[in-house]
């Protein structure tokens, strides 16, 4: 039951968020009468809901189709790991009874679900590793729709020792505890193997992932950080030469920005 | 810049093309900033290109203009930013909620057909108004259902909403036609003693019939049909002045040169109906 002086366009409001996000929409489909008097509506109200319940349900099912639409695209993997599992309906709906979608933008529907899983540990008993394969599956959008930013000044072409690299902003340093980039839609279950990735777009704006040593990923976190790439390698036992041949490599596919001194 | 014609919503498959392009091959294209603001990379360019190569009239899909959730001053400043660099006319957002709670739905619910609801829309789009840099138009959206006890009709929620914010109208055409077939009235008499020196724009698109439920649902996926291109006809006439008109298309989305040919055709209509007035 909705507070006392809750308005009456915001009791409706509230009613049919109940509606098309809750589980409880049985209740709805059963009783409309009874479902919309636990909301604080009146018998007018509750004779117009039951007249159109159909309708209702229909604008159900549009919500959700048009919530669920995004997590399809963004999720292939996880989509055909839960649905292997007939769990994929249960996940949407306990993601969509979380009502973690907040945001105007469309597009942050499916970082909303990652956003989702971290919190609740859905399904993470059973599937330890569906938080990082869906953070993954996610990073790609990230990465791809990241806003473009002009270059910082000054930057250096070359690694060197007293320097630091510059990751380009789009550009994510990341580690898993499973190899989520070898899981498909085939295969969606990741092997359980570490995994350190550099995620990032080339010129022409298309997703791409480097495999990185654990090493080399600890470069480029403690360079992120403003360790001087020398120091960094002598801590971490990497040929300092060899890692600045790699640093440029990062650089032509345009995962780094270029250098800075550090 | 005077916008007429028949134009095109630029949906994401089609950026590549269009970008590609010397000039524009319509009169203007529609754009929701809330797909272009805050992203980037490759197709964000290509999208920018054109936005500033061709005359552009945004559109708003999500700030849920009937609702109670306060807009984020960050999502307002994006857009404002927007509506600026565009250049548009003005900007749209439909008669509708769509978030309640801090829990967005993305999908257009209907207002309930009340003298609060008008109060309370009135007073949020005389808000928004307040903020944007051009004017603002409402659009009347396809609903399914009333939400609860009416004390109007949707026709009235409409003339009261539009009167009391004081704003412009974006008039669909397809959400007249299609409400007038679920809800049984004839369009031409819902359109009499409207407010048509209000409507700066109007919308065009098909729709899909559902059997099951025996309903026709709003769903930007299939060409026009001629009833509604004879009742845009009809409202141009009644309009009598070179109101641009906006061709949508949002699923079942064809091959750029399919919908260039239908907008083509529409523009016929345009032309037919705006020249029948010039002679009358």
Redesign the interface.
């Known amino acids: 039951m909705p507070e006392a002086g809750t308005p009456h366009l915001a009791r409706l409001q509230g009613l049919v968020t109940d509606l098309v996000l809750a589980p409880e929409a049985d209740g709805f489909r059963e009783d409309a009468a009874a479902f919309s008097a636990e909301r604080g509506l009146g018998p007018d109200d509750q004779a117009a809901l039951v007249l159109r319940r159909d309708r209702w349900l229909l604008y159900r099912d549009l919500v959700r189709t048009a919530l669920e639409d995004p997590l399809l695209d963004a999720f292939p993997v996880t989509h055909a790991l839960l649905v292997r599992q007939e769990a994929w309906t249960w996940a949407v709906d306990a993601f969509l009874a979380s009502r973690t979608v907040s945001s105007p933008y469309y597009r942050d529907v499916a970082p909303a679900f990652v956003a989702w899983l971290a919190d609740s540990r859905w399904g993470q008993d059973r599937w330890p590793f569906l938080l990082q394969l869906a953070h993954f599956e996610v990073l790609e959008l990230d990465v791809v729709r990241h806003p473009d930013e002009p270059p910082p000044p000054g930057l250096l072409r070359e690694p060197a020792s007293d320097r630091v690299a510059v990751l380009d902003p789009a550009a994510r340093n990341v580690a898993y505890g499973f190899a989520v980039q070898a899981a498909t839609v085939e295969a969606p279950e990741p092997p359980s193997a570490c995994a350190w990735l550099l995620c990032h777009r080339d010129r022409d704006g298309t997703f791409r992932v480097l495999e990185l040593t654990p090493h080399v990923s600890a470069l480029l976190a403690r360079s992120q950080e403003g360790q001087a790439l020398g120091p960094a390698a002598a801590e971490l036992g990497v040929d300092p030469l060899a890692a600045f041949e790699l640093l440029r490599d990062f650089r032509d596919r345009g995962a780094l920005l270029g250098f800075r001194p550090a | 810049m005077t916008f007429s014609g028949v134009g095109l919503g630029l949906r994401r498959p089609h950026i590549e093309q269009v970008a590609a392009l010397a000039a524009a091959p319509v009169p203007f294209w529609e754009i929701a900033p ?2 272009v603001v ?8 290509m999208l920018t290109g054109v936005l500033e190569r061709d005359d552009v009239i945004t559109h708003g ?4 203009i009937g ?2 959730d306060a807009w984020l001053p960050e ?1 307002l400043d994006r857009l404002v930013a927007f509506l600026k660099a565009t250049g548009t006319p003005w900007h749209s957002e439909h008669l509708c ?11 257009l ?1 209907p207002m ?1 057909f ?1 003298r ?2 008008v109060r ?1 829309t009135v007073t949020r789009v005389k808000a928004l108004q307040a903020r944007l840099p051009v004017p603002f138009l409402l659009e009347n959206i396809s609903y ?7 004390e109007m009709s949707e026709r009235e929620f409409v003339l009261e909403v539009l009167e009391g914010a004081d704003c412009g109208w974006l008039l669909d055409i397809n959400n007249v036609y299609v409400n007038s077939v679920n809800h049984g009235f004839d369009p031409k008499a819902w359109l009499a003693g409207m407010p048509l020196h209000r409507v700066a724009q109007l919308h065009i698109a098909g729709h899909t019939w ?1 059997e099951a ?1 025996g ?1 026709l649902l709003d769903t930007h996926g299939a060409p026009v049909v001629d009833p509604v291109a004879n009742l845009l006809a009809w409202v141009l006439a009644r309009l009598g002045r070179p109101v641009p008109v906006l061709l949508e298309r949002d699923h079942e989305i064809p091959e750029l040169a399919v919908l260039l040919a239908e907008r083509e055709a529409l523009q016929r209509v345009y032309d037919r109906a705006l020249a029948g007035v010039a002679h009358a």
């Open positions: 809330e797909n805050g992203t980037g990379g490759a197709r964000h360019r899909l999500s700030m849920s609702g109670f999502v909620w769509s978030s309640f709670g801090g829990a967005h739905t993305h999908e619910l309930p009340t609060e609801a309370h399914y259902a009333e939400l609860g006890a009416a559902l439920e309903v």
